[in-house]
């Protein structure tokens, strides 16, 4: 998948919930013109990938592979590995997923402090 595909990905996504790009942006936590890469401008990272995922309701996961991630801005395949588990169910990966999300986020506030 293209850069383009999953930018088409993200405005096929937010047009169907009915979300404005300036509504995805305050929801997501990201600047509004950081979503130019909703048209292919940029590639997103792990960490705006997940605010995109939970502000559009998604699971990150889904995001993950839909943009072709294969490792997260640390270095970690983490994320691509829950959502390609065969011996996972949905719920269980959108969990681990939530979990590990939860122990980034804390580790990058940590490491701000």
């Keep these: 998948m293209t850069d383009r595909d999953f930018s088409s990905f993200v405005r096929d996504v937010r ?6 790009t300036r509504e995805l942006s305050d929801s997501a936590g990201v600047s509004n013109p950081y ?8 590639r ?18 889904i995001m993950y592979l839909r943009a072709n991630f ?21 719920k269980q990966k959108q969990t681990l997923a939530e979990m590990y999300d939860a122990f980034v986020d804390e580790n990058e506030r940590a490491a701000s402090k």
């Design 44 to 61: 997103p990272s792990g960490a705006v990938l997940r605010q995109l995922a939970l502000a559009l309701r998604m699971t990150t996961p």
């Design 15 to 20: 047009k169907r919930a009915h979300v404005a």
């Design 35 to 42: 979503l130019q890469g909703e048209r292919g401008v940029r």
């Design 70 to 90: 294969t490792a997260s801005e640390n270095g970690s395949a983490m994320p691509l590995a829950i959502a390609t588990d065969r011996e996972l169910t949905s």
